[in-house]
Every structure is written in structure tokens, then in C-alpha cells.
């Protein structure tokens, strides 16, 4: 059975990396580890253009809760990857991330992405509600 990753109708944000040697494993492309270690890179980016961090988003941490890849493509070293990423469904503790990568010089699509986040107090040790800061910010940008 194949996981298929739905693209919200808005991507809040794009960035691009390069794939680095370190990114490829034995079958000369991009390496599945990888694809989730770019994605990380790429949510830090997109807190901090909203002004937060994992550990403070709008006053609670985050937690990835689950991951799933659906590959659409390979990359090799030194392929420029466009990444979107946009939020799907927000619920009254979390929230899921979607990405989508695509190669930069023919926008080949490499693989969607979607991490399950889970808004959580590290002090605690526990799931929190979903700050009405962070709602209230990610409407505004829709």
C-alpha cells in the first residue's frame, strides 16, 4: 500500500537548499533520513519567519508526534530543492506540516512530506493546547 500526502490549497512558505554530499546514501540520491533532516531545516525556517522557535511558539514547545514520505522523485548531490511547506489540520493540540520538495531546475517533484506536530510543555513533560496566537497567525497568512 502507498501513503499519499494531500497538498493544503495555501503553502505559507518556500526556502531552498542544496543536497550535500552527507544527503546520499549508497544508491547515489538523496537519502531517506535525509529527506526528514532537510525538512527539519526547513520547519526552523519557517517558525522563525513567524517569529518563533521549536521551543517557543508563541509560549509552548513542539513535539513531532509522527513522519511520513511519499518519495515522487530522486535527487542527486548538488541538486537545488525548492521546499513549500503549508499546514493542514489544526487541532486542539497540534497540528500536521506538509511539504512539498521539487528539484529547482525542472520542478520534479522529490517527495511530499507530513510531520504531526504536538504543541508540549518540556518543563511538564506534557501535551498543551494549541496557542490562539499561533491560530490567530497562521489564518492571517492564509
Known amino acids: 500500500m502507498r501513503i499519499h500526502i494531500h497538498l493544503p490549497s495555501t503553502m505559507l512558505f518556500q526556502t531552498q537548499m542544496t543536497v550535500c554530499i552527507g544527503d546520499i546514501n549508497y544508491g547515489n540520491h538523496l537519502a ?3 529527506v526528514l533532516r532537510l525538512c527539519h531545516e526547513t520547519r526552523l525556517r519557517f517558525l522563525q519567519a513567524f517569529g518563533y522557535s521549536e521551543m517557543n511558539v508563541a509560549g509552548a514547545g513542539l513535539i513531532m508526534a509522527d513522519a511520513a514520505i511519499q ?3 530522486q535527487a542527486y548531490h548538488g541538486d537545488v530543492l525548492n521546499f513549500d511547506i503549508g499546514i493542514g489540520d489544526i487541532g486542539s493540540a497540534g497540528f500536521e506540516l506538509i511539504y512539498q520538495i521539487n528539484r529547482e531546475r525542472d520542478q520534479a517533484a522529490i517527495a511530499r512530506v507530513k510531520n504531526g506536530m504536538v504543541f508540549f510543555d518540556y518543563t511538564t513533560q506534557k501535551v498543551v493546547k494549541t496557542p490562539a496566537a499561533f ?8
Open 32 to 34: 531517506n533520513d535525509a
Open 71 to 73: 518519495f515522487q522523485g
Open 135 to 142: 491560530q490567530a497567525a497562521v489564518s492571517a497568512a492564509l
